[in-house]
T-cell receptor, first 113, second 113 residues
Framework: GQQLNQSPQSMFIQEGEDVSMNCTSS?????WLWYKQDPGEGPVLLIA?????ELTSNGRLTAQFGITRKDSFLNISASIPSDVGIYFC?????????????FGKGITLSVRP | NAGVTQTPKFRVLKTGQSMTLLCAQD?????MYWYRQDPGMGLRLIHY???????AKGEVPDGYNVSRLKKQNFLLGLESAAPSQTSVYFC????????????FGQGTRLTVV
């Protein structure tokens, strides 16, 4: 089946640093989504990308939909302690009856004050 | 605006017991999903539904059944719980169409002893 690859499993950064996360796949997706999950909560959507090459920002977050439609990245600039959490990428490859989201395994981000 | 609501939030079952997890959404979304989240495994799709009265198997459907009798509700059933089903379960919903994102409930933490 389709898989999304996120690595490494954990990242440790210093407060104020920028961080970049990649998500790659061997399959083509026509929607890429980035979610953040806080402890004890459900994932919350950060950024949605719908067109190849699209670059979208949400505050300190920037994400891009890769030209090949097989990858996406998320950048967090000037990290703060509340950026701690698990970051998931998700892709949606088809529309209609067969459409479903595929998730990466997530990257746990730790921010040292 | 409640969004996606899951009940219960926590449950402890004995091996062999049955239970039903309820997911309700008030956004008139066509698609609904059940995921389980385990450490290091990310979100894995159990079953999903593309509309009232329809269900389909996801990545890890064994040991679970689902029903979508009403558009706003998606039920996940465990007929005979096993310790391997100890997990956090998330429900999500999306509209139909290519440019949509999933909204998640807050999760149900299930322990099978």
């Amino acid at each position: 089946g389709q898989q999304l690859n996120q690595s490494p499993q954990s990242m440790f950064i210093q407060e104020g640093e920028d961080v970049s996360m990649n998500c790659t796949s061997s399959s083509i997706f026509n929607t890429w989504l980035w979610y953040k999950q806080d402890p004890g909560e459900g994932p919350v959507l950060l950024i949605a990308l719908y067109k190849a090459g699209e670059l979208t920002s949400n505050g300190r977050l920037t994400a891009q939909f890769g030209i090949t439609r097989k990858d996406s990245f998320l950048n967090i600039s000037a990290s703060i302690p509340s950026d701690v959490g698990i970051y998931f990428c998700a892709g949606r490859s088809l529309t209609g009856a067969n459409s479903k989201l595929t998730f990466g395994k997530g990257i746990t981000l730790s921010v040292r004050p | 605006n409640a969004g996606v609501t899951q009940t219960p939030k926590f449950r402890v079952l004995k091996t062999g017991q049955s239970m039903t997890l309820l997911c309700a959404q008030d956004m008139n979304h066509e698609y609904m999903y059940w995921y389980r989240q385990d450490p290091g495994m990310g979100l894995r799709l159990i079953h999903y539904s593309v509309g009232e009265g329809t269900t389909a198997k996801g990545e890890v459907p064994d040991g679970y059944n689902v029903s979508r009798l009403k558009k706003q509700n998606f039920l996940l059933g465990l007929e005979s719980a096993a310790p391997s089903q100890t997990s956090v379960y998330f429900c999500a919903s999306t509209r139909n169409g290519p440019n949509t994102e999933a909204f998640f409930g807050q999760g149900t933490r299930l322990t099978v002893v």
